[in-house]
């Protein structure tokens, strides 16, 4: 397992921005296939986008795609999410993760390591 500290979450309006940073200590991150998962209140842990482990791989949610993107530098041995044209349904705990198996996956059973979760949540 590799810790992970996710960061940047905060209240924004609807439409706004936000970049989540997932930062890993004492580990290379570009070993890993790294996820961002949502969870609002009283929902399920949902996928939301997934980059392998060199970046050139990225997958998205229908609900986020367009919207949201995945970035990593692995010599800061950080991952990103971009959130843009944020919806007062994007609220939810933002978790980052990430799995060894080199291929992205949008089951949250799938990652092995977990991020403490970071905050948003969008006013309309």
């Known amino acids: 397992q590799v810790p992970l500290v996710a960061s940047g979450g905060g209240l924004v309006q609807a439409g706004g921005s936000l970049r989540l940073s997932c930062a890993a200590s004492g580990r290379t991150l570009s070993s890993y296939v790294m996820g961002w998962f949502r969870q609002a209140p009283g929902k399920e842990r949902e996928f939301v986008g997934g980059?392998?482990?060199?970046?050139?791989?990225?997958r998205y949610s229908d609900s986020v795609k367009g919207r949201f993107i995945i970035s990593r530098d692995n010599a800061k041995n950080t991952v990103y999410l971009q959130t843009n044209n944020l919806k007062p349904e994007d609220t939810a705990v933002y978790y980052c993760?990430?799995?060894?198996?080199?291929?992205?996956?949008?089951?949250?059973?799938?990652?092995?390591?977990w991020g403490q979760g970071t905050q948003v949540t969008v006013s309309s």
């Open positions: 980059i392998s482990g060199s970046g050139s791989s990225t």
């Open positions: 993760a990430a799995r060894t198996f080199p291929r992205i996956s949008v089951r949250a059973s799938d990652y092995a390591s």
